[in-house]
């Protein structure tokens, strides 16, 4: 019955449901501690004597927090973004290998050396029942360190979700630019051969081949390496390498699909669209065999996010691990600081204080502390995840956004509460100890 | 104010150690008389102090004030009972350094249960302007001369309220003229409110402005005069 009232719950209900359980034994601990207690002047005062050591400790306690708050959204962002960044590659095909270097080299726009599928082979995979289209690619050009990608007009299609601004290349020496390509609608680039970066600019300088490409579309923002690419038809950049453009001599203008195998030159692989979703596995099946093999992108990933998800849970124990000797420390930090006030506390005792204000006392000062350290840490956690997330969005372009999630609060609370449970063992010991053994100074 | 007569029957206090170090066999103050407790060092004069207020336990015989034997209360109940009836000043002061006068004498409004607060605070407000302080000063506690913190002190014993004033060698850190000051103080406020004041002092000048004397010698009585 109420399991099944809570499955039932949307996601965001269900964790907020999480996030108030784990908070609610300290806030329990909080009402039980100060219900009918005002010992705001005390804790103040506690407060404003050891302020640098406090400082310390509400230091130790944000950095202990940030780090396992930074780690979890940033290892989410990476994984959402990787993933984001393959989602508009269903079913890759490419000659037997490392799917990884395979995905790399497609998705991530990656330079590797990969071996060639063949125009028959091709030809096979495009004709295909259950294929909407079949797309080549062909490295090797870049221009001012954006790669330039040879491929077809319906991947390109397919990639911009409809929403590209400007036309399709129709033409050679017509482009379509990623939204990170720092060229508008009407511009010109002259390709280099090879990926040319700052360092070898000159050389690539040289290198240039006898053309210039003009820009007629750019494409939305895909959150994927390809924002930074150049796109151009797939005929242009086996022309330029000298090998021959995929057709006849009768069709020898055309600019995509059909290719005739006799005048494929071979592409490191080929990204197959399925009709329906469900022929992806068909499709799959089909093309896994001795001369080549196929896979979803997003299976790999998922692959390589459960090896990661290995380290994470190190990670994560190890993250565990430095905040609870954080905790201990600052126990003992605590217990330290509230002997050196054992004097004030024993004559609170002597004016008639019952000793469970002391426990207040003390309990609320460690509270503050460890309340705003949380806080602090949650911010600085979520912040250096997003600074790091522009960083690696700016050097990978794949787009990585670590907005903050509902896991960091939950690990925030359960550190919160956990530790307020902790804190009233300082108060404990303080209420124990007979106020005539501190009075007498 | 109900004013508490104490009466002690056949008091003793054994160190963990199995020393004596009190055995009054049996003494009574009226209410609202004030008392000077004397003796040489070490004779136990502050351990009757803590006996009185609660703070130390008894090991055998029984400590009342007025209806109230303090054995059987538990610790909770005698704080309450400290809160309500017996004031405390102590030699070296024992201020809150960061807080100003006024909250130091209406600390007790931090513990003691909500509708005593306002009271409390109307009366450390009292207190302090009738000894001298100005109430509205906002700097620390620490900042006061050794006088003027002995009579903050004083004011956060009065605040409570108290039937009773203990005090321990309370002009002990303070030069002449500021202890004179103080015994007036004392004196006065024992006057206004009609407590029992008790006194452990070796200043002869205070001990003999006050109604009743008791001298301790290793743990006991020695004589006691009326004044
Ligand atoms: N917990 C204890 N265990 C053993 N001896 C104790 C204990 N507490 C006090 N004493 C001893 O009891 C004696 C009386 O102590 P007390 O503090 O009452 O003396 P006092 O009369 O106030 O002296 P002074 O004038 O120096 O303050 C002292 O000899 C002291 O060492
Ligand atoms: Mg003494």
Redesign the pocket.
């Known amino acids: 019955m109420l399991p099944d009232l809570w499955s039932s719950l949307p996601n965001d209900a269900q964790d907020a449901g999480v996030l108030a359980m784990l908070l609610l034994p300290g806030v329990l601990i909080a009402v039980w501690n100060l219900h009918g207690i005002a010992p705001g002047a005390l804790t103040r005062s506690m407060l404003r004597r050891y302020l640098p050591v406090n400082l310390v400790f509400t230091g130790l306690v944000t950095l202990s927090v940030a780090l396992g708050v930074g780690l979890i959204a940033q290892e989410r962002g990476l994984r959402q973004g990787s993933a984001r960044a393959a989602d508009r590659f269903d079913l890759i095909v490419t000659a037997p290998g490392s799917e990884v270097t395979a995905m790399l080299t497609a998705v991530y726009l990656q330079p590797n050396d990969m071996p060639l599928l063949g125009g028959a082979q091709y030809a096979e995979i495009a004709q295909a029942e259950g294929v909407d289209f079949a797309a080549p690619l062909a490295f090797g050009d870049s221009w001012q360190g954006h790669p330039v990608v040879g491929t077809t007009a319906e991947f390109i299609t397919h990639l911009a979700g409809g929403n590209m601004t400007g036309r399709m290349f129709a033409a050679h020496e017509e482009a379509v630019v990623g939204a990170l390509v720092p060229l508008g609608i009407g511009d010109a680039a002259v390709p280099g051969h090879g990926m040319a970066d700052l360092a070898d600019a000159e050389e690539a300088a040289h290198n240039h081949h006898d053309l210039r490409y003009r820009v007629t579309g750019k494409l939305p923002a895909t959150g994927s390496p390809w924002d930074r690419a150049i796109l151009v038809p797939v005929e242009t950049v086996w022309e330029l390498h000298g090998l021959a453009n995929g057709h006849t001599a009768e069709t020898a203008q055309q600019i995509g699909g059909p290719f005739a195998p006799e005048a494929f030159p071979g592409t490191p692989a080929i990204l197959v669209k399925p009709e329906q979703l469900f022929q992806a596995y068909a499709l799959r099946t089909q093309f896994s065999r001795g001369d080549m093999m196929a896979f979803f992108p997003g299976a790999v990933l998922s692959r390589l996010h459960g090896l990661a998800g290995d380290v994470r849970q190190a990670m994560s124990l190890l993250t565990l691990v430095s905040q609870i000797l954080v905790a201990v420390a600052i126990l003992a930090g605590l217990i330290l600081i509230t002997r050196l006030f054992a004097r004030n506390l024993a004559v609170l005792r002597a004016l008639g204080a019952a000793p469970r204000f002391l426990l207040a006392v003390i309990w609320s000062y460690a509270a503050t502390l460890l309340t705003l350290g949380t806080v602090l840490g949650l911010g600085l956690g979520i912040g250096a995840a997003a600074v790091l997330s522009r960083i690696l969005t700016a050097r990978t372009s794949i787009h990585i956004s670590a907005a903050p999630g509902w896991a960091e609060l939950h690990l925030a609370a359960a550190f919160l509460s956990l530790s307020l449970i902790c804190a009233l063992l300082p108060g404990l010991l303080a209420m124990l100890r007979p106020p005539l053994t501190d009075l007498r100074g | 104010m109900a004013a508490l007569p104490l009466a002690l029957r056949n008091v003793t206090v054994t160190?963990?150690?199995g020393?004596g170090?009190l055995n009054i066999p049996d003494y009574t103050l009226p209410a609202g008389q004030s008392l000077a407790i004397l003796?040489p060092?070490?004779?136990?004069?502050?351990?009757l102090l803590h006996v009185l207020s609660g703070l130390r336990r008894v090991s055998t015989g029984s400590v009342h004030w007025g209806a109230t034997d303090l054995a059987t209360l538990t610790e909770t109940r005698l704080s309450a009972f400290r809160r309500r009836h017996i004031g405390q000043i102590f030699q070296d002061f024992l201020l809150f350094d960061e807080m100003s006068a006024l909250e130091n004498a209406a600390v007790a409004r931090q513990f003691a249960p909500g509708p005593e607060r306002a009271e409390i605070l109307r009366r450390a407000v009292q207190s302090l302007t009738s000894l001298g302080l100005d109430p509205q000063e906002t700097r620390r506690a620490t900042t006061y001369s050794g006088g003027e913190r002995q009579r903050i002190a004083v004011a956060r014993a009065l605040a409570q309220g108290p039937d009773v004033l203990l005090a321990d060698e309370p002009t002990a850190s303070l030069d002449r003229t500021s202890a004179e000051r103080l015994t007036d103080d004392l004196l006065a406020a024992a006057q206004r409110t009609g407590l029992s004041l008790i006194c452990?002092t070796h200043d002869p000048a205070l001990a003999t402005r006050l109604d009743r004397t008791l001298r301790?010698a290793h743990g006991a009585p020695e004589m006691s005069h009326a004044a």
């Open positions: 160190a963990a150690s020393r170090l003796g060092s070490g004779a136990g004069k502050s351990t452990v301790l």
